[in-house]
Structures are given as structure tokens and as C-alpha cells.
């Protein structure tokens, strides 16, 4: 199993690496001078100046690479020239609406997905398994971003159940703030359940199928019994990777959802960071998301190998 864990913490360092080098490069090669796009055409040489020295533009971009680098594995940022504070304290008070927000949406889509997987697969070619898969087309062709319009249309401003947008803060208590979620979670929820109904529905019925199964069966055992000890246990382990890559999925996500619902979260942030030229800003918060899927699916790796050790002498 430290072999194991070893070569995935391996592969975890080379991916984060490789994701920083690309998120460099790419903000380098940008056409025209940043400096100049901060602070627009009618800026003086030395504000121009002054700024590039601020975000270390004068100095080679070697140099540049290892100190940036060099910041985030000692916990230090660039200051935003935007709102003049260090990067990182932006983004520890965004990640307090980002993440019950991902989670939110990670626990809706779970409780809508598993019971309609289940559903289709014990009732394959039948009128639940084709709702079921209607549901699924529907909800992955359709935005996240336009379920999110409906919800504000329908259960706010024609029933008036929640706020239609903006976030009032942990401190205005924890149910009210929660209340203020559920439509976000929800438009975010809907897609990602679209899908997993799909995995856990092909999952299921794999299971259905196994020997130890049928062996169930013959002992005479209920059918509720077996679904919920026998099948569904097993079911689980195969979508296991995709609730993992569904968080890291949601986090990234919420960029649109949190624009439309005015939340004062990550996805905002970097909406903002790129609309006001804030490249500081966007180069460490892109980091971050890339850094929470590549960490999120070395947990997940790590929890396969403990449930299935195939996985394990596989890896």
C-alpha cells in the first residue's frame, strides 16, 4: 500500500508541476505588454513602470516562474493590484461560499442520482428506465447557467420561497446563509446528477449480474435486501472516481452559477480577476482550481486502492 501511495504522490508532484508550467506560459505568451492591458493605452511610462516592478515584469521570466513558485509552496502570494491585498486572503474568503456550495451541490446530485440509477436499472426497458434516461439527456444538454435562470424565475420571483441573488454572510446565521445556497446548489446539482444517474445505472446493472448476487437470491433473501447490502455496495465502488471528479468539477463549475446568482465566491473572483486584467489574481486562482482536481483524484486513487486492492497491484 506506501508503494502504492508513493507512486501516486509521484504522479500527484509531476501533474502539479507540469499544470503550473503550462498556467505560466500561457499568461507569458498573452499578445502585448500586461502592464499596459492593466492599466490601459492613455497609462504614463512610469506608472507602467512603477506597476511592472510591482508584479516583477522586469525581471526574467525564469526568475519570475521560481519565485511565484516558490511563494505558493511557502504560503506567500502577489499582491492583487486590483484590491491591493494579498491573492490568497482573496481567495480564503471566497473559498467560505465556494466550497458548502460545491459540497451542497455534491450531496444533491448524489441523493437525485443514486435512487434514479437504481430505479432504471431494476426497471431496464420499462417506463422508469426510460424516465430516468430522459431526465439524464435532458440535464446534460442543457447549461447549468439556464437552470439557474429558471430557479430564480420560478421559486423566486413568482413563489418567492428564496432570494433571487446575493450572499448574506455566515454571520447573518447559519440556516439563513445555507437558505441562500440551495437554488445555486441545485442549478449545479442538476447536470451532475444527469450524469452520474447514467454511471450509476450501467454500475448497477453490472452488479445485477454477478454470481454472488444470484447466490443472494437462492438464500432467500428480499429483494430490498439485496439491492441495498449486496448491490449497491458494490455499485459504489466504480463511482467512487466520479463523485471525486465531481467535486473538483463543481468547484470549477461554479464560475457561471456564482455570476449568475451574484455570490461572492472563487468562480466570481476569477470572473472579475479577468474582466479587470488582473493577472495575479488569475494565474494563482487557476493554479488552485487545477491543484484541487489533480489533489482530488489522488484522494480518490488513494480511496480505490483501500476498497478494491486490484487497484492496488493494478497501479
Known sequence: MLIYIARKALILLVTLA????????????????????ILGIEAQDDTLAALRAQVGLDRPPTVRYLAWIGGLVSGTSGISHTYAVPVFELIGE???VTIPLALMALVTS????????MLAAVRRGRWGDFGVMGFSQIGMAIPNFWFGIMAILVFAVVLGWFPAAGFPGWEAGFGVALWALVLPALSLALPEAAI???????????TLGADYVRTAHAKGLTR????????????????TTILGLQFAFLLAGS?????????????RLIFQAVSQRDLVVVRDVVML???????INFLVDIAYGVIDPRARRAG
Open 18 to 37: 507540469m499544470a503550473s508550467l503550462a498556467i505560466f506560459v500561457t499568461l507569458e505568451i498573452l499578445p502585448g505588454d500586461p502592464a499596459l492591458l
Open 94 to 96: 471566497r473559498l467560505v
Open 110 to 117: 448524489t441523493l437525485l442520482a443514486v435512487p434514479m440509477g
Open 196 to 206: 452520474l444517474a447514467r454511471v450509476a445505472r450501467a454500475s448497477v446493472l453490472e
Open 224 to 239: 430490498q435486501r439485496v439491492l441495498w447490502g449486496h448491490v449497491l455496495r458494490n455499485a459504489l465502488i466504480p463511482m
Open 255 to 267: 464560475i457561471v452559477i456564482e455570476s449568475v446568482f451574484s455570490l461572492p465566491g472563487l468562480g
Open 289 to 295: 482550481l487545477v491543484a484541487f482536481v489533480v489533489v
